[in-house]
C-alpha cells in the first residue's frame, strides 16, 4: 500500500490561490504542481468554507489588540497615580525641613 504526499499548509494555499487568480486554469496549475486535479479542488472547497472563519478570527484579533492597547494604558495611568500617592504619603511620614531665610 503506497503512502500518501504530505504538503504543507503553505504549497496548500499557494496553489488555491493560483487557482483562484484565474490567469491559469485548475488544470494547468495541477500539471505544473505536480498534484492530482481532485485534490486540489478539496483544498479549493476548504479553503473557501474557511475563509469567512479566518476572517472573524482576524477581527477578533484586531478587537483584542485594541484592548490590550487600552489596558496598557489603564495600567500606565494607574502606575502614575500610585507614584503620585507614594510621594505624598512619603511626604507626610518624612516632611522636608523649612528652609528660612
Same mark, same amino acid.
Given at each position: 500500500?503506497? +503512502?500518501?504526499?504530505?504538503? $504543507?499548509?503553505? &504549497?496548500?494555499? !499557494? %496553489?488555491v490561490?493560483?487557482? @483562484?487568480?484565474?490567469? !491559469? $486554469? +485548475?488544470? +494547468?496549475v495541477?500539471?505544473?504542481?505536480?498534484?492530482?486535479?481532485? /485534490?486540489v $479542488?478539496?483544498?479549493r472547497?476548504?479553503? @473557501?468554507?474557511?475563509?469567512p472563519?479566518?476572517?472573524?478570527?482576524?477581527r477578533?484579533? $484586531?478587537?483584542? +489588540?485594541a484592548? #490590550?492597547?487600552e489596558?496598557?494604558?489603564l %495600567?500606565?495611568? /494607574?502606575t502614575?497615580? @500610585?507614584? #503620585? /500617592?507614594?510621594?505624598?504619603?512619603?511626604?507626610q #511620614?518624612h516632611?522636608e525641613?523649612?528652609?528660612? &531665610?
Amino acid at each position: 500500500m503506497g +503512502q500518501h504526499k504530505q504538503y $504543507s499548509p503553505d &504549497f496548500k494555499v !499557494k %496553489v488555491v490561490l493560483e487557482t @483562484l487568480h484565474g490567469q !491559469k $486554469s +485548475q488544470a +494547468q496549475v495541477c500539471r505544473e504542481n505536480n498534484v492530482a486535479d481532485k /485534490l486540489v $479542488s478539496r483544498w479549493r472547497q476548504e479553503f @473557501l468554507e474557511r475563509a469567512p472563519e479566518i476572517s472573524e478570527t482576524a477581527r477578533m484579533r $484586531s478587537a483584542e +489588540q485594541a484592548r #490590550i492597547v487600552e489596558l496598557e494604558h489603564l %495600567v500606565g495611568q /494607574l502606575t502614575l497615580e @500610585l507614584n #503620585i /500617592l507614594k510621594e505624598v504619603f512619603r511626604r507626610q #511620614i518624612h516632611p522636608e525641613p523649612e528652609l528660612r &531665610f
